[in-house]
């Protein structure tokens, strides 16, 4: 029996003991409720205060069964609960050590600081997408949640170093500051900064003048969510059939259509050829509309003879199983350097 059925069935029984001793002290001796129940609770816990009301032959032989059987009964219902309570810690302190060992291990993986509005749609989308993540917030009452949903975390404050170090910052892809206030995220940016000037920083910003800040704290890219959602909008307004485009892309309620960008690996069939040797209209039924050089110069709808290069990054769309069998043959597998799980 599992500690915790064990631990409410005790305490189900104690109640359930505790009324039939007060029912028959009323039934045999016919006190009232309160007198019956202190009288039930002193017999069985072998205070000795002594007897309410002078007690009848009956009354005796119910006392005596009484304390045999609820004396050791009682005992039976304290050993369940040290076992609740000692168990209870153990398993917080083994599965604290489990996820511990598990972050020392992550190489190449994303950190998120902050689980608010912001925070959990980045988390929901980087876990499902299988990504390497370590999830950073203060609050307990995520706690649940992050078993639950079975992502590594840290319930510690972000803006600590020690608790960045922890979460492997120095072996880390990226860290995305998206802290409840602007303040909490510029000091988040600042500490990351200085403690891993390579790293790769997004930070959400909720004003223009944080967006600043954050770029001089060391933020590599600044998001206002509120300014963005605002442009969504006024674009939903101007440009529907665009925007239900690139929604359907960008998210998963579509099954038939995504948008993925794919970098091109060295050990890659397909580097060096031109896109009109390479297949990819052909065998994956794919649309390329851009390809990112390594230099960051963005080809938009490349002619056919683009050429593919080690360290560029192509952007495509078409079905999502079709861009997988594209990304193993443009990135495969031993070159991914840990991006995913």
Known sequence: MKTTTRFILAV????????????GYMLIEGWSAMDALFMTVTTVATVGYGEVHPLTNPGR?????????????????????????????????????????????????????????????????????????????KSPEHVDTFEAKKMIYLCADAVDEATLLKA???????????????????FLVLTARQLAPRLKIIARAGSEAAKKKLTAAGADTVEAPYEIGAATMAQRIIRPTVTNFLELAFTQHHKDIQMEEIP????????????????????????????????DQML????????????DT???????????????????VEDRAGTKA
């Open 12 to 23: 189900l029984i104690s109640i359930l003991f505790t009324a039939i001793g007060t029912a």
């Open 61 to 137: 032989i119910f006392s005596m069964a009484l304390i045999v059987l609820g004396v050791g009964f009682y005992f039976y219902v304290a050993a369940a609960v040290i076992q609740f309570v000692v168990e209870g810690r153990i398993r917080t302190l083994l599965g604290r050590r489990r996820l511990d060992r598990k972050i020392a291990r992550l190489k190449n993986h994303y950190i998120v600081c902050g689980y608010g509005r912001i925070g959990k749609v980045i988390c929901e989308k980087l876990h499902r997408e299988h990504y390497d993540l370590v999830v950073v917030d």
């Open 168 to 186: 492997g910052l120095l072996h880390a892809k990226a860290l995305v500051a998206a802290l409840a206030t602007d303040i909490d995220n510029v």
């Open 264 to 295: 091109v690996a060295a050990s890659s069939a397909l580097n060096g050829l031109m896109l009109k040797d390479s297949g990819i209209r052909q065998q994956y039924h794919l649309i390329i509309i851009a390809i990112k050089k390594a230099d």
């Open 300 to 311: 938009f709808n490349p002619s056919f003879e683009a050429e593919l290069k080690a360290g």
């Open 314 to 332: 192509v952007i495509a769309v078409g079905e999502p199983s079709n861009l997988k069998r594209l990304e193993a043959v443009l990135n495969p």
